[in-house]
């Protein structure tokens, strides 16, 4: 039986002026009341990076109405905003199925809404649209990509004029422009087609120029340019610019996985895109293997994240998570800053909330400000925009894989952090070490820092449900320990409050409100409750710390972490069934 609002919303949908072919999509899901339901039961709304969904017919999915309805909504708030000049938009697409045709969707109706787009002649990874929006003045601009979900999904990430994505007010300003909309008649979706015009490879050349400037020690790629490294693109947009990329900065040896290079919405060859997978990883590592590489690099589809796999202690290739690449390539441009004197106290870095305090404790040895934001990088481009002008912006990075160097981009860049990346593995090898080696002397300086994520994933209506119940608990009855180490803080970033545990006092967090818990121990852990503003789950971020004395009690002083994160995840098991 489906709900009544529910199906109040598909016989508006049935009896409006969506296509034929629309029409019969949504009468057979009525077959299935579930479905149906899942696929009707809410609007998609912008999260952590825009639209976010199934492809297929319904409020809650991908399709042209849904795109078209976001788009008009956008195209209405950029003539409030923007009514004394020429608007212009930039649109790009990655290689997930249908993006090429969501992106002339979204183009048209901004056409005909007397705005003037900027479309990319083909697949283009996310990083180089942000950069577009300021090259080309734009007012804003659209990126069609579900970034590393499974092939059934597609998105809709929207950008500003600073080539950030949306944040308040104006995300909360355009959703209300959309859910203004009240017809799909008020959708425009036929426009003028002089005012669409292609982005071709002179963007290209100022992207990658731009990338070329941020190497900070070209004498050591020289030096090292035969580096092995191996690159995925698994399937996306990343092999149109970062072997190109790696080529021109000067590595001369990068061997591609060719069985992934095809850019596939489809993603034939892995069940989940996404470069945290071991399992999308696999066939960079056996290619790892046949050649002995120096270095696996491997970037998601729309190429604004990248996994890479190093050779550890023992000789073996180990996957490093995100917080153990991010603090790599921190670590490297601070020194190398500080090495060439350029370190002043205008400088800063940024980091999210749940990513390791690892970096914190590496940006104040460096007398470098660390700001903590929000997940998502949009919270970081928005530090940026605000001091622009008056401080100068390094380097940022979140645990989920993504890092920004330099400020020419406002959001996370795979390219040009496979750019450093590269350069690192080379500074290594020219210093006789691994990046592993250098991973283990970092923890040996500062401390060891480990950490873990539980991903839950809840699907549909229910799942959402039970989310909500989940968050509802831990604020109702928060748990007094974690592994046995009292709880000593908890922030909750929904009412913006920090209790202190043992005295009672409450401080103001200032952030903008999210619907994210964490919960610090006495022993220096930190965990955190988060569900996903882009995905039906709700994550776990488990971040432990110990002691490592010397490099040879790497294995055991890991296997004391790894303990404590077990006895944490036992937990928060038995405090979320």
């Not at 500003?160 to 009240?182: C, F, R, S, T, Y």
């Not at 087609?193 to 100022?206: H, M, P, V």
């Not at 488990?542 to 002691?547: L, T």
Request: with cysteine.
């Amino acid at each position: 039986m489906v709900d009544q609002a529910i199906q109040q919303k598909v016989d508006q949908w049935l009896n409006s002026s969506i296509d034929r072919e629309s029409k019969l999509q949504i009468e057979e899901l009525q077959k299935d009341p579930k479905t149906l339901t899942d696929a009707f039961y809410k609007d998609l709304e912008f999260g952590t990076g825009g639209l976010r969904g199934i492809i297929g017919i319904g409020s809650n999915r991908i399709n042209k109405y849904t795109i078209g309805k976001a788009t008009q909504g956008l195209a209405n708030y950029l003539n409030q905003s923007f009514s004394s000049s020429d608007i212009q938009v930039a649109i790009a697409y990655d290689s997930r199925n249908k993006s090429d045709y969501f992106a002339k969707v979204t183009a048209q109706v901004f056409a005909a809404n007397g705005i003037t787009v900027h479309l990319f002649e083909s697949l283009r990874p996310t990083p180089e649209l942000s950069f577009a929006i300021r090259e080309l003045k734009c007012q804003a601009g659209i990126v069609i990509t579900a970034s590393h979900n499974p092939k059934e999904y597609n998105g809709y990430k929207a950008y500003w004029n600073d080539g950030a994505q949306l944040v308040p007010p104006h995300d909360k300003n355009v959703m209300a422009q959309v859910g203004a909309i009240e017809s799909f008649d008020q959708i425009k979706f036929e426009g003028n087609q002089q005012l669409i015009k292609s982005i071709g490879t002179e963007i290209d050349e100022k992207y990658l120029s731009m990338i070329e400037g941020l190497v900070v020690n070209n004498q050591v790629i020289s030096q090292q340019h035969d580096l092995k490294i191996v690159y995925s693109s698994i399937h996306g947009t990343g092999i149109t610019m970062v072997p190109e990329i790696l080529k021109r900065i000067g590595f001369s040896n990068v061997t591609i996985v060719e069985e992934q290079a095809e850019p596939d919405g489809n993603f034939p060859t892995v069940v989940y895109p996404n470069p945290e997978e071991q399992e999308a990883m696999s066939l960079a590592l056996a290619k790892a293997g046949e050649i002995d590489a120096d270095l696996i690099m491997a970037t998601d589809p729309d190429t604004d994240r990248v996994g890479i796999g190093v050779k550890n202690h023992h000789g073996e290739f180990q996957l490093l998570n995100g917080n153990q690449a991010g603090v790599l390539l921190i670590h490297y441009l601070l020194d190398q800053w500080k090495a060439n004197n350029k370190i002043s106290d205008s400088n800063y870095i940024v980091k999210t909330i749940v990513t390791t305090n690892l970096i914190d404790d590496i940006a104040a040895a460096y007398q470098v400000d660390c700001f903590n934001t929000l997940t998502g990088f949009k919270w970081i481009a928005e530090i940026i925009g605000k001091l622009e002008g008056n401080r100068e912006f390094i380097v940022g990075g979140e645990e989920s894989y993504g890092y920004m160097v330099g400020e020419e981009v406002r959001d996370k860049d795979a390219v040009a952090s496979c750019a450093i990346l590269a350069e690192l593995a080379a500074y290594c090898k020219q210093d006789g070490q691994s990046m592993f080696d250098r991973l283990i002397s970092i923890y040996q300086q500062y401390g060891y820092y480990k950490e873990s994520l539980i991903s839950i994933t809840k699907p549909g209506k229910s799942g959402a449900e039970e989310i909500q119940e989940i968050m509802k608990n831990l604020r109702q009855n928060p748990p007094k320990s974690f592994a046995e180490s009292p709880i000593v803080k908890i922030m909750d970033y929904q009412s913006s409050e920090a209790l202190d545990v043992a005295s009672n006092n409450l401080e103001r967090i200032e952030l903008p409100k999210s619907n994210v818990l964490q919960f610090l121990t006495s022993d220096g852990s930190k965990i955190s409750a988060r569900p996903s503003g882009t995905e039906p789950k709700i994550k776990f971020y488990i971040s432990v710390k110990g002691r490592l004395a010397s490099y040879a009690d790497f294995d055991s002083s890991s296997q004391l972490l790894d303990l404590k994160i077990d006895q944490i995840k036992q937990n928060l098991k038995d405090f979320s069934s």
